[in-house]
């Protein structure tokens, strides 16, 4: 069998065959996304147009969940924090994360994120292909695989087709060096078709010698079936472009919601097929009802009258009829069936969806009691929570095996980091303890006592004010500064679900806390405590406090000034990047 042909006959079980999920219920992968992509563009399965003409109106329910979902479970590069694992060293782990974060930005990594939040309420699933450490998306609709297979590690085949233009093709096999370029494009115009449509899968495959091998394998499916000598039809085999054996597949999957049997996720949309249909219904017959609530139909037992009065009886004109001329009620009876039927699949979406008043920001009935608004909030917050974990899980592993090694590689050499705002605040306070620590050392290793402290302030000023001139720093980054880093990423999910007014009072609290007990800085286990009921209400103490003072200055202002006594010897100072010119900007 040639590559084609079990292409051909991949494709045609993931498009055509329906795998059995439990007795009774069936799945097609490929009808269910055709499916989302049309209700959430407001299209019917069959048409616009129903059996008797008339206009059908699509009734949408599915994009407001699932740009509510979106928004609930979503979170941005800020929130992906470096922390130091043990054995590590901090102040390198410190300027990694700086470095990190500067080169996700750089590479429009939050862009990518909002993309996946974007796209997983609508399909459950989304794919990125990693090329020479750039991530892309992949299109599912033109992504097979086997359906029934819970991960795409465990599927026998993946299969991506991509469609070029000549042009474009003549680009991608310039790039990839195919040297049967031209045969492919020679073979495509016997076709007629506009798109060249080359086949990339991953799977094992048998070679001559009868054994398997999981390799990468792209052909083109070009040229036209022809008929030999005696009429029978010889199927076109393609054309093969490239082939090589590989340790794995370069796709990386996101799901919200997985359902076993099954490799597509369960989206927001799919969750929503039926009340959709129903919804439609109810909307499209009240819309027949108004038709006739609208028109003005009249009735007599007199014959000869005309048939139209409209057209037939002009303005002023008297009809002398032996029987009175009546209009027909017409008014529409089921606007109350109607409106229930509305409330109770609307309310049905919100249930399967979470998607409640509360979560959208619309005010909630007159009359609804605070407690029980915070109550649902807080339930429906809780279930985007949990969705929430499990996309930060894969993104987390995104992140250790795609996204920082691509870091590493791209900076392992020397190069230089731009630091302002907070970040230069933080560098510069690293700095003054340094520098302060070495003269505090210099001062005693010469004069052979302490800085009285009118010497110590003098000297912290000398420091700092020569230290944090500049409204900005740029650090020399050495080479190799981040091998062997020992480290560990954790996504901190904030912000997004941040209820204002209770961060608010959590910082009230923590200013009144400390105002009335400063030891709760200082002594260890208040301090702990204090971190935890501060981590509660959604704040983050290491984001307001200021930088502990430094042993040493905390040694020079509690001990008094000597006039002799023992050497002091000199500590080991932390070594930091080498500073490069500093740029002030007016």
Not at 482 to 500: A, M, W
Request: charged share 30%; proline share 4%.
């Amino acid at each position: 069998m040639t590559i084609l042909k079990q292409i051909n006959r991949e494709r045609q079980e993931f498009e055509s065959e329906s795998i059995q999920i439990v007795p009774g219920y069936f799945f097609n992968q490929k009808e269910t996304i055709d499916k989302v992509y049309r209700y959430y563009n407001s299209q019917f399965l069959d048409g616009d147009i129903d059996v008797e003409g008339n206009k059908k109106y699509f009734y949408n329910i599915v994009r407001n969940p699932c740009k509510v979902t979106t928004k609930a479970i979503d979170f941005d590069t800020k929130n992906i924090n470096v922390q130091t694992a043990a054995g590590g060293d901090p102040l390198r782990t410190w300027f990694f994360e700086r470095d990190l974060k500067f080169w996700m930005k750089d590479k429009n990594f939050g862009a990518v994120l909002n993309r996946i939040f974007e796209e997983l309420p609508k399909l459950g699933s989304v794919v990125l292909k990693v090329i020479k450490g750039t991530p892309h998306f992949v299109d599912l609709r033109n992504f097979i695989v086997e359906q029934s297979a819970d991960s795409l590690s465990q599927a026998n085949y993946i299969v991506e087709r991509h469609l070029y233009s000549p042009v474009e093709f003549k680009k991608v096999a310039k790039d990839l060096k195919w040297d049967n370029a031209d045969t492919v494009l020679e073979e495509h115009r016997k076709t007629g078709e506009p798109y060249i449509a080359v086949f990339e899968r991953y799977g094992e495959i048998e070679d001559d010698s009868g054994n398997f091998e999981y390799k990468r394998v792209m052909v083109a499916d070009v040229g036209v079936d022809e008929k030999d000598m005696y009429g029978d039809t010889i199927n076109y085999p393609g054309i093969d472009l490239e082939e090589e054996v590989v340790e794995t597949h370069p796709y990386w999957e996101f799901h919200m919601e997985k359902m076993p049997g099954r490799w597509l996720g369960q989206g927001i949309i799919e969750v929503l097929f039926d009340a959709q249909v129903r919804m439609n219904e109810i909307a499209n017959l009240q819309a027949k009802g108004s038709y006739w609530a609208a028109s003005r139909i009249f009735q007599t037992l007199d014959e000869g009258v005309n048939k139209n009065l409209r057209s037939d009886v002009r303005d002023g004109d008297v009809l002398n009829v032996e029987s009175e001329i009546t209009q027909v009620n017409l008014v529409e009876r089921n606007l109350a069936f109607f409106n229930q039927e509305t409330v109770k699949w609307t309310g049905n979406r919100d249930e399967l969806t979470f998607s409640y008043d509360v979560i959208q920001g619309e005010r909630l009935p007159a009359g609804t009691p605070l407690g029980s608004a915070r109550l649902a909030a807080a339930m429906a917050g809780s279930h985007f929570d949990q969705i929430q974990e499990n996309v930060a899980l894969a993104v987390k592993e995104f992140l250790y095996k795609v996204i920082i090694p691509e870091f590493e590689k791209k900076n392992s050499g020397e190069h230089i980091l731009r630091l302002v705002g907070e970040d230069l605040d933080k560098l510069n306070n690293l700095l003054v303890a340094q520098k302060t620590s070495d003269r505090l050392i210099g001062f005693i290793a010469k004069k052979r006592k302490f800085p009285t402290k009118e010497n110590w302030d003098l000297i912290k000023t000398v420091v700092s004010e020569k230290i944090k001139r500049g409204q900005e720093k740029l650090v020399k980054i050495p080479m190799s500064f981040y091998d062997n880093l020992k480290y560990k990423i954790d996504i901190i999910i904030t912000g997004e679900q941040r209820d204002s007014a209770v961060y608010s009072q959590t910082l009230f609290a923590i200013l009144q806390a400390m105002t009335a007990d400063p030891t709760v800085l200082t002594d260890p286990t208040k301090r702990k405590v204090f971190f935890r009921i501060a981590e509660s209400g959604g704040v983050n103490l290491m984001d307001i406090l200021p930088d502990e003072d430094n042993s040493v200055q905390k040694l020079a202002e509690s001990i008094p000034q000597q006039r002799g006594g023992g050497g002091v010897s000199r500590p080991q100072a932390v070594g930091l990047p080498q500073m490069a010119r500093t740029e002030q900007k007016v």
